[in-house]
């Protein structure tokens, strides 16, 4: 277990290195004209010069990815091109607004496609096909759009929920939790609706298998076959489904903080694509996969622990 | 052979994914009543973006202050937008790009994920570790994030972000080919074709192809709804081309407006919903005719009408019997089907007395493992049961509850399956899985049961039983798990063991091993046991009593002697006369050859 | 019979069709460092014309594997595989495939082994079209093979799910007869059939013997099937032959305790044997122990 764990961690790096490389590259390589976009249009050639001077790009671009790689490692990931804020300090206040909604929106996602999923699984009838047309409408129903409705309805409409803004936990837990519930909730409908079709699809294989019969031959109660062994044998494509629906999920982050103006790292990320602002975009892309890759880990120890093969030989 | 209602002919499909190429998969297709319309309706809105101009005089594009926020009407069917953009106007033109940038992630996907699948799954090697390297790398990458990269390093523009979608797309479309094509080539079809001497190209084409290409239009259609949801995100967040219209761009101009003219969301999300919702419903369709379409209506023999068998030598039924621990009269089993229902145990008569063997002996579909699982209560939810009479130690089964029966089995009426490895929950360790049932029944500590345990298993001829005992199914032989599955059938002292074709799965020697095992555990307990076989070698070593079943009916009931040594129906001499034991052996084609070498046994 | 006759290497003068020789199997292990796992530790056999050699072992005992090898679908690591004389036991794709004329296979599982999205007719027409047949000659020829393995004519143009698993065992004898080879592997061809339909299959496989003289590489794990079919038999234990010879000799006097073993826990169908057997094998347990 110990050794499957630490090759996952290596292998985790590796990806964190590999991507932050490769995003570095297509940046400098071949990068909007950045420098143009700071100087203004009245710039002059001198000034525009200057500036190419001082931001370090008339270096070879080996040189540039070197000293960022060897800055990068150290937590500092340099100063914004435009705002000129240290954008680990900035991206330190933003992880935490994208990473409150994400998890809320993750756990709200699991809870709600076990229950949905196991259920449809073994009541079949109407629950079944509500689940299917859920699955289709949340396939169907773009998170953002989601989002927006939710917006009108929930939060102008009937004015149950603030629209917009993040409240710190520190500072309220309840304003904490009212600010995220919207984006949570609309981030979470895809989830749940191709994670529950997951769900039933495998607890209905596994009713399937010779041991649940030989169980109830030995007289165990059909609750307990249900939550104690059927559930633990589905779980694992369940958790596969999931772990893909998560990194979705990040990246459907970055337009949900738009809709409900979050000042997460999805709405740094947009400001410093548009403007080719290389250091912010190669934080946030450090800091979204750093996540990923966290998220993914704790998903290979749950992996672990619930399949006996991996864990044991 | 355990497998409900049909025992006949289990047709399992062996490439779930291959596409039958009878009765064409478009005309299948079009007796789907959803495909149709899904088709319909995404036919529409290609042809309305195509033909905008013909739909609507307006400019997507030109502002006119006079229209500004105009309700619908007849000059702006769908009203005017916050600089008086003709909303109709946006909304088809719109739909060029959103329509056309899937279709080109989609292409991309496809060009890059189906041919390196395939090279992938089929040649594997370092080729196929590479190829399965790099697509769990852009896997992992969120894929709005690649996008922003993409758009920060080459500008806005459309087109190019969406190859790059496709690019991100293109994994998923490779794992999918790569597996298909794995589970294809592990056929004994794809080896037959290696031997009969096709080359690589020709198994590609022939055989291969056409499983993968079922799967690769589902998520074709699949990730064609992913793409236009993305394409909008993208647009929605400003990051697509300025100048063009789009269902992005709409959604995005109709937020900066929410709280003014929040209805300027309806248009551009109603036609996102619907093509996505037309794509995915589209999808689902197709995964119906083209997976579970092809291999529909197994060859499932069942026999409807009564066969005119002739009346059972003598009567199954000892009714002199008084000490009979199991009696049952008259059963049937039936299922419900397209046509009526099928039957598969019609009648079926039969007792066990304590300490007595009782065989059910047939081929395939006699209906004999039907009968055991009824007994057991253990019939599949939409199978029906009826008896004139099904009482064990005078009990009425046919009254019992489910709860009821749940405290009669593992308790006084056990079961032996056919596959060992199968049949032992996988996620749990055998000792877990051997005691938890004797707590529930025997009420005893955990302690105690573990004690217990570890006593069976030893019983049952294991060596070490603290390592069984500690481990998991896979960790153990087929053989070692049947002894396990018997230890936990006898665990809580049953009346009645139930084994189900228990040493089919098993090699010849630890069969015969197993057999003794049951034979000594049933004499020394005393138990009465219905033993489900095939095979008359079996009957013959451990029944006392055997019924021969064919299509659901006993056609024959006799002690076990009398029935080898003078068989009355016809179909029991058949069966004998088909067992090879005492058939004649062949002769040496000539005798140049020393008729016998031995290799001595090594330590 | 054949279509399109090719003029066959002559058979050598002790008239073997397939020889085996001190042939090592290896597989390569999971992960690096592992060593590989070797399935067949040496094994030799011989087969003549129109002879059925029965390879009897239990489930591991690497008899698929040798059958495999004997196809070109296992590795093999050393030793040697000749047929009609000639080494095929490393040969190039394109040889292999040439040799399709010669060596056929019917494998166990009938389910599995014919594609389910192809009529039987296209499965048929397959390695015949191969071999550079005409298609009308190749419906010719099916007819023909549809009759000898007795399914009726139109089963050409069925899916192989409409038969039962006899039925589309025949299916795959047809396919192994269609480019009349000289030796067909059988993998367990029977196993998978009821009592009734596998003493019906054995028949059909004698009779094709009888009449075509074609040679039988004949994998079983069961002792009453080889003892039917077989002219010759060896028995396989742990990736080796332990012992050979006629299936008379083997199965009546085994020399080799696992012979001895395997033998005595085969069950009869008949009580008052199968007791003494059961004895016997007690006794003999008793006396190893």
Redesign the interface.
Known sequence: MLTFLLRRVAAGLV?LY??ATA?FA??S????DAVRNISGNTATPAQVAAKTHELGLDRPWISQYGSWLGHAVRGDFGVSWFSGDPVAASLALKVPVTLSVVVAGLILATALSIVLGVAAAVRRGWLDRVVQVLA??G????S??AA??L??IVA?KLRWLPATGYVPFAVSPSGWFQSITLPAVSLSIGVIAATAQQVRGSAIDVLR???V??????????RRVLFR?VL??AAPPALTVLS?QF??L???A??TE??FGLPGVGSA??T???????PL?MG??VY??FI??AV?LLVDVAYGW????VR?R | MTNPPGETTPATPSAPGALSRRGGVGRRLLRNLVAVVCLTVLALLVLATVFAPLLTSHSPTRPSLLDTFASPGAAHPLGGDSVGRDVLARLLYGGRVSLLGAFLAVAVALLIGVPTGLVSGYYRGWVDAAFSWVASLVMAAPAIMVLLVAIAAIGPDANAAMTVLGVILAPGVFRLVRASVTSVREELYVDAAHVSGLNDLRIVRRHILPVVQAPTIIQAAQMFGVAVVIQAGIEFLGLGSASEASWGAMLNEAFANLYIEPTLLVAPGVAIVVTVASVGLLANALRDTLLEGGHAAPARRLRRTKTPDSPPADSPVRDDDGDALLTVRNLRVSYPTSDGEATVVDGVSLSVRHGEVVGLVGESGSGKSQTAFSVLGLLPPEARREAEGLSFGGKDLRRLGGKAMSGLRGRRIAYVPQEPMSNLDPSFRIGSQLADPMRLHLKISAGEARKRALALLERVGIDRPERVYDAYPHQISGGMAQRVLIAGAVSCDPDLLIADEPTTALDVTVQAEVLDLLRELQRERRMGMILVTHNFGVVADICDHVLVMRSGKVVESAPVGQLFANPHHAYTRMLLASTLEDAPTRTPLDDGTPARTTVQEKA | MMTNPTPRPDTPAHGSVLEVDEVVVEYPAKGWRTPPFRALHGVSLDIRAGETVGLVGESGSGKTTLGRAVLGLAPVREGRIAYAGRDISRLGARERRALSDEIQVVFQDPYTSLNPAMTVGDILTEPLLVAGVSRGAAGERIRELLDQVSLPADAAHRLPREFSGGQRQRIAIARALCRDPRLIVCDEPVSALDLSTQARVLDLFIEIQERTGVAYLFITHDLSVVRRISHRVAVMYRGEIVESGDTRAVTSQPQHPYTQRLMLAALVPDPDRQRDRREQRRGLAAAGS
């Not at chain 1, 030989?214 to 059909?222: C, D, F, H, N, V």
């Not at chain 1, 619930?306 to 093969?309: E, G, I, M, Q, R």
């Open positions: 990806l590999v991507l995003a297509m940046m390589l071949t990068g909007t289709i409408l396939y169907a129903v773009p953002f759009l927006l409705a917006s009108v102008v298998q010779d041991f019969r030989t169980l109830r031959s030995r007289g165990i109660s059909e062994h633990r044998n893909l990194i979705g990040v990246g459907g970055v337009i738009k809709v990320a947009v410093a694509s548009t403007n080719g602002d290389t975009v946030v892309v979204l996969v990923v890759v993914n619930l399949n006996p093969k044991v």
